[in-house]
């Protein structure tokens, strides 16, 4: 079973209006966070000539909280009929939530791996991603993310998502398996050999005990320390040079026991009864 895939959360300027900066560091919990570069500008402007103080004060928060927060400012971009504006004119925050879902689809279409989950509380954005034929891409609003952060428990289009995920991704393998299979007979049966008769088992078992023998012969030899068989060697050794040097005087000294072998060998001589 494959493991559930790692989690990316795009944040609409609608989520972070909605929530707080204590609940900020709660979304790292689930996953990498990313702010599409439209919704940072939206917050940097309204920073400056927001006349509502309240959210004059939350932009002064985010200024404050993104150096440190680890989150990513992204540029992704991509087009698709139903990231679409429709009917009349939009607003500048229409403008600014329909830019964050094109994110997270182009985030969805470059990253088949991840789930990339859009948070926001504009409802037709909502509905607008989940009309995409994406498997890796789908919306939640802010109060479902919350809950996912803080109970653990999985908004029902999360854990639908997942499955769908997790489908694809066994359906894939288990392709990519069969391909596999159905390759690999015809390389064993080229490099096969043919099945050994008794003639060749006995041969083999023949050569195996041959070979285990000599091996415990090869042991048995080289039991002895290594010390010991220096000093026979070098015994063999003075002793040949002691009967040389031996020879060599009785030959210079004349001795008797060598005058039969200085005497000319005589053919006519008859032998000795």
């Known amino acids: 079973m494959s493991f559930p895939p790692p989690v990316w959360l795009v944040l609409d300027i609608s989520a972070l209006a909605s929530s707080t900066p204590k609940e900020w560091i709660e979304f790292s919990r689930v996953g990498a966070t990313f ?13 400056d000539r927001s006349p509502d103080p309240d959210l004059e004060e939350l932009c002064k928060s985010f200024n404050h909280f993104y150096p440190h927060s680890g989150w990513t400012i992204t540029e992704a971009h991509a087009h698709h009929p139903a990231l679409t504006a429709t009917g009349q004119a939009l607003t500048r925050r229409s403008r600014i939530t329909l830019a964050a879902a094109r994110c997270a689809y182009a985030l969805a279409l470059s990253s088949a791996g991840h789930l990339v989950v859009l948070v926001t509380n504009d409802q037709s954005s909502l509905q607008r991603v989940h009309q995409l034929p994406s498997i890796n891409l789908c919306a939640i609003r802010t109060s479902e993310l919350l809950q ?30 069969g391909m596999t299979v159905r390759t690999s007979p015809t390389r064993v049966s080229a490099s096969a050999s043919p099945p ?53 005087w009785s030959v210079i000294h004349n001795t008797e026991w060598l005058a039969p072998l200085r005497q000319p060998l005589d053919p006519t001589q008859p032998a000795a009864q």
Do not use: H
């Not at 702010?35 to 920073?47: D, G, H, R, S, W």
């Open 196 to 248: 050994p008769t008794p003639s060749m088992t006995a041969r083999r078992y023949a050569a195996q005990r041959s070979t285990r023998s000599s091996r415990g012969r090869v042991r048995a030899d080289n039991s002895l320390p290594g010390w010991i068989v220096q000093i026979f060697s070098l015994a063999l050794a003075f002793g040949g040079l002691a009967l040389a040097a031996w020879v060599m």
């Open 148 to 177: 996912w952060c803080r109970a653990g428990q999985r908004p029902i289009l999360i854990s639908q998502k997942m499955q769908q995920f997790r489908v694809t991704s066994d359906a894939t393998a288990a392709v990519t398996s």
């Open 35 to 47: 702010i599409p570069q439209a919704v940072y500008e939206e917050m940097k402007l309204l920073f």
